[in-house]
């Protein structure tokens, strides 16, 4: 089960922290990753941090602004937002996987569980 937390209200320009907690004892196992969804779109990847040796993948749009980190002793994987834009208003979801070839890490299907999802907001 995954929890995500700490979407808001922001400027252009500003800062957003997200966290997304996870339930079980085998975090460290799974690849972490965050999506993004707007209204009448398709869930968009925005990043992932893999379970063996922690290598990311961005997409290109957050590319230099956003972050992605993982504390195992906490189940619980981070989403750093820096020099946010208003095209970056929507709604985040954190997703896990187990299991899964490099080459999928950017659909959406291939992952196994899914946060509810947290509202970020970035107004000019």
């Known amino acids: 089960q995954l929890q995500a937390s700490g979407g808001g209200l922001v400027q252009t320009g500003g800062s957003l922290r997200l966290s997304c907690a996870a339930s079980g004892r085998t975090f460290s196992r799974y690849d972490m990753a965050w999506f993004r969804q707007a209204p009448g779109k398709e869930r968009e990847f925005v990043v992932v941090i893999r379970s063996s040796g922690g290598s990311t993948h961005y997409a290109d749009s957050v590319k230099g602004r956003f972050t992605i980190s993982r504390n195992n002793a906490k189940n619980t994987v981070y989403l750093q937002m820096n020099i946010l834009k208003r095209k970056d208003t929507t709604v985040y979801y954190c997703?896990?996987?187990?299991?899964?070839?490099?080459?999928?890490?950017?659909?959406?299907?291939?992952?196994?569980?899914w946060g509810q999802g947290t509202q970020v907001t970035v107004s000019s």
């Open positions: 997703a896990a996987r187990i299991g899964k070839i490099l080459s999928t890490v950017r659909f959406a299907n291939s992952y196994d569980s």
